[in-house]
């Protein structure tokens, strides 16, 4: 039952996370950086944000069926439950590395927990944990591929300078993401009425891309719809160009409620958004 281990999971010492983090480390270091897909039915998690109530909720509903788990990023600062969020999405990965894809946000960086609250919690709680955690945010995929239902899966965007998706198994796995490729991935934004890459509001080496790029990519890579994250939306979700691109946020509060949202594939590629 995955409801034990939620309790397992609640109950950790800092033994256990240790543990933890050192099983896991090794399968993460295994796994390419571009996650591929199985065909199986697929569910897509936006940001979470510490909102551990929604990681169980979705994990609880769709953990009995052969659904592949999709988390799109961005899993710990700002909520009210960061360390058991993350403690329960490894500790499933350890048991069931097939069963769910973790994906790195752009909140997986030392730079970021320590001025949105991650480190806090960890430092305030548990004590010198950080290391484990930074080595194994290195570690986690930068986006994902079904070959079948021809999807991209990745927590910001696309990035400059990336011309065939597979070249993501070639970057580096860094702590500290330097590669603009790999920092474009976690941070860059689409933009309707927008053309090619420009600068973001969110400063650094992040950028807005429009439609013309979007469309080159998916067009040369044989991509039909992109799934991300990264963004807040009320309602949970919001589509751009056309709908090729899905934007997910699956945390019920942010600054305020939210409708978070899912996405679910059936095994004939239909798509459904998921209330939490
Ligand atoms: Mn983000």
Redesign the pocket.
Do not use: L
């Given at each position: 039952m995955i409801t034990e281990t939620f309790e397992e999971v609640a109950q950790f010492s800092k033994e256990d996370i240790n543990s933890l983090l050192s099983h896991i480390l090794p399968i993460l270091h295994k796994e390419p950086l571009l996650a591929s897909l199985p065909k199986t039915p697929l569910l897509f998690v936006g940001?979470t944000h510490g909102d551990w109530e929604a990681t169980k909720t979705l994990l609880a509903r769709y953990w009995d069926s052969p659904t592949t788990f999709v988390f799109l990023?961005?899993y710990v600062d700002r909520g009210p439950h960061q360390i058991e969020n993350i403690n329960l999405l490894f500790k499933l990965k350890t048991k069931t590395p097939n069963r769910l894809v973790l994906l790195r946000?752009?909140?997986e960086i030392p730079s970021i927990n320590r001025y949105y609250g991650f480190y806090d919690e960890i430092q305030t709680h548990l004590g010198n944990l950080m290391k484990g955690y930074w080595d194994t945010f290195a570690h986690l995929p930068l986006a994902a591929i079904s070959q079948d239902f021809k999807i991209f899966a990745v927590?910001?965007g696309i990035p400059e300078g990336l011309d065939q998706i597979d070249e993501i198994n070639h970057l580096p796995r860094e702590v500290e993401p330097e590669h603009p490729v790999t920092f474009q991935l976690l941070w860059n934004d689409p933009k309707e009425t927008l053309k090619g890459f420009t600068a973001s509001m969110r400063g650094g080496r992040a950028r807005n891309f429009g439609l013309d790029v979007t469309t080159a990519f998916m067009n040369r890579n044989n991509i039909d719809l992109i799934v991300r994250?990264?963004e807040v939306f009320h309602h949970g979700f919001h589509e751009f160009f056309d709908g090729r691109i899905l934007s997910l946020f699956s945390c019920r509060n942010y600054q305020g409620p939210i409708a978070g949202k899912a996405l679910y594939i059936n095994p004939n590629g239909d798509r459904e958004l998921t209330p939490i």
């Open positions: 940001d990023g961005d946000g752009n909140h927590h910001g994250a990264h």
